[in-house]
């Protein structure tokens, strides 16, 4: 079983479009970070959540830190090409673990079409 | 901005060959930190390493693996005797407390 589930694993949308992405664990975790990763490079911080119920806004993207702070949204507006990319979320400091270790998603892969 | 750059881009290597895969972490950095990403697989924590020594490993993180910081600038990650399973991405990362920052890996490829 994954520890960090993303749905939806794929998803080709067109430009102007609205879309979710979901990240759900079943371990509460004391912070959660989304990610974006284009090909041949790493792993780009996007945003850090931290308090549960938190909302935070990054331009046409919003992120959402469950109440529960077991999971996580990731909301694009009027989505563009440059948005296509590996969206990942991570989590950190999952209850019962001292620990600052990321633990990743298993990932959503967008392709944003004009 | 200041940037982990790892080396080489691409490491293609024989089975049961040793293999050194190198990091220069952001300087004022203490902790590090090495990260895989087997193809199409979600990115897995292998180790992480402060004040000179691991601080916490994974179940992959085997006798095979070791790490090393033996200059204060170059983190490296030493693969004893690779097998085929060792073919992924591997993503250093460095942090000054929170967040991590990541290099753009390497990839290595066993043939």
């Known amino acids: 079983t994954q520890l960090l589930e993303q749905s939806p694993q794929f998803l080709s949308i067109q430009e102007g479009e609205n879309l979710t992405v979901y990240c759900n664990s079943s371990?509460?975790?004391?912070?959660l970070q989304w990610y974006r990763q284009e090909p041949g490079e790493g792993p780009v911080l996007l945003v850090t959540?931290?308090?549960?119920?938190e909302v935070k806004k990054l331009k046409r993207l919003t992120f959402q830190f469950g109440d529960a702070r077991k999971d996580s949204s990731l909301h694009i507006t009027a989505a563009q090409p440059g948005d296509t990319g590996l969206y990942l979320c991570?989590?950190?400091?999952?209850?019962?673990?001292?620990?600052?270790?990321?633990?990743f998603g298993t990932g959503t892969r967008l392709q944003v079409f004009p | 901005e200041p940037e982990v750059t790892q080396t080489p881009s691409h490491q293609v290597t024989q089975m049961g060959q040793e293999v050194i895969l190198r990091c220069v972490p952001i300087?004022?950095?203490?902790?590090f930190y090495w990260y895989r990403q087997i193809l199409g697989q979600k990115v897995e924590f292998l180790v992480s390493?402060?004040?000179?020594?691991?601080?916490?490993k994974s179940e992959i993180f085997d006798d095979q693996f070791s790490v090393e910081r033996p200059d204060g600038s170059n983190f490296t990650l030493k693969i004893r005797s690779t097998k085929l399973e060792d073919s992924a991405m591997y993503f250093c990362?460095?942090?000054?407390?929170?967040?991590?920052?990541f290099g753009d890996g390497t990839r290595l490829s066993i043939l």
């Open positions: 990362a460095s942090s000054g407390g929170k967040p991590q920052h």
């Open positions: 300087s004022n950095h203490l902790y």
């Open positions: 959540v931290v308090t549960g119920g």
């Open positions: 371990s509460v975790f004391s912070s």
């Open positions: 991570a989590g950190i400091g999952r209850a019962g673990d001292n620990t600052d270790k990321l633990i």
């Open positions: 390493f402060y004040n000179n020594e691991i601080s916490e």
